[in-house]
């Protein structure tokens, strides 16, 4: 790991040297250009280098004063990309004429207003509230409340999103809600709450949530795996591997963050089911990922095979390390069709078909 921390560093420090030698060319396109030029003369000629390092980078830039040119990393929200934009900042050097920041930063409540055709969403046309739910005391399932009509629900949930991703700013609407649902105010139930209150709302259950769960640790002594096996539609099988004793501990929202490393594979002779070769190539792969992520406090939950792809389950604490480990692991194994994904699931819902197995 050491060795790859290392290569990682050479490539975001190899960006960042060959934007020093375009950064005056670039702080005169923010600032001189309107919107197609900076598409064209800079975010298209960054765009193919940051994708060297990781895809899934977007951008946006602007004039943060007179003389000083704001370029923002953000990666839309997506959890696993999180990690690979505050490393990209973290590497980059000081520049006199430059603000660089990863994620789109949280924004006074005053200063957030966003319209959409005749729609227009600030914090007096938001409000909110909390559902609770007793089979999930640790959920925040939220209501957004928008002041005006609904007849176009996505409209008024794009606008809600655009404005919560830049009140609360983009780590914290990504990772600080678990679900919500927008609606207009005719179909509200419950008092409303003013949305300038959300930050509070969000900090005060995060520190209690922290609080509950900070010395609670699953114990892999208790691991027990069972082979099931089920079939699918097109009647070709479904072979998995889950551990049971771990989907019934009681405090799985200590662990929220939900992993699925996914590899497809050939397996059409073979019902849908890797065949000799692949099973043990794609076994080592997992044992490989298994092992690393141990090391970090993750926890294995199974995997499933089945109409050609191989699917291997972890939970964790953070969704950071899972995401570099699996990154390499991807990298690391070119002869396969690999991808991964990473989202909060406080009470493994994701799992809750094997959680009823025997």
């Not at 209501?143 to 009140?167: H, M, P, R, S, W």
């Not at 072979?239 to 799985?252: P, V, W």
């Not at 396969?336 to 990473?342: A, D, H, L, N, T």
């Amino acid at each position: 790991m050491e060795e790859k921390k290392y290569k990682e560093k050479l490539e975001y420090k190899d960006f960042w040297d060959w934007f020093l030698t375009m950064e005056k060319t670039f702080f005169k396109v923010v600032k001189e250009g309107g919107q197609e030029a900076i598409e064209k003369d800079f975010f298209d000629i960054i765009s193919p280098k940051l994708n060297q390092i990781n895809k899934g980078y977007y951008f946006l830039t602007g004039m943060s004063d007179d003389s000083t040119a704001e370029l923002i990393i953000t990666v839309d929200g997506e959890i696993k990309n999180i990690v690979f934009a505050e490393e990209l900042i973290e590497a980059a050097p000081k520049l006199d004429h430059w603000k660089i920041t990863a994620l789109k930063p949280a924004m006074d409540i005053q200063n957030v207003h966003v319209d959409i055709g005749d729609y227009k969403f600030s914090k007096d046309t938001i409000f909110f509230y909390s559902n609770e739910h007793e089979e999930y005391p640790d959920e925040i399932d939220l209501v957004f409340v928008y002041q005006g009509t609904a007849e176009n629900k996505e409209v008024i949930t794009t606008g809600v999103c655009i404005f919560l991703d830049n009140f609360l700013g983009e780590l914290n609407f990504a990772t600080q809600i678990d679900t919500f649902t927008v609606i207009g105010i005719e179909q509200a139930r419950k008092e409303l709450v003013p949305v300038e209150k959300l930050k509070d709302f969000l900090e005060w259950r995060e520190r209690e949530f922290i609080e509950k769960y900070k010395s609670t640790e699953w114990d892999d002594k208790e691991d027990e795996f069972s082979i099931l096996r089920a079939d699918l539609e097109n009647s070709r099988p479904l072979i998995a591997c889950i551990n049971l004793s771990l989907l019934k501990y009681g405090s799985r929202a200590s662990y929220p963050w939900v992993s699925v490393l996914k590899i497809h594979y050939n397996g059409d002779d073979n019902d849908g089911l890797p065949e000799k070769d692949d099973f043990e190539k794609l076994n080592d792969i997992e044992n490989k990922a298994i092992e690393e992520l141990k090391k970090n406090g993750y926890l294995y939950v199974g995997r499933e095979s089945a109409d050609n792809i191989k699917e291997s389950f972890f939970v964790g604490k953070d969704f950071r390390q899972i995401a570099k480990v699996l990154k390499k692991i991807v990298q690391d194994n070119p002869d396969y069709k690999m991808s991964f994904g990473i989202f909060k699931d406080k009470y493994w819902q994701y799992f809750k078909d094997y959680d009823k197995a025997d």
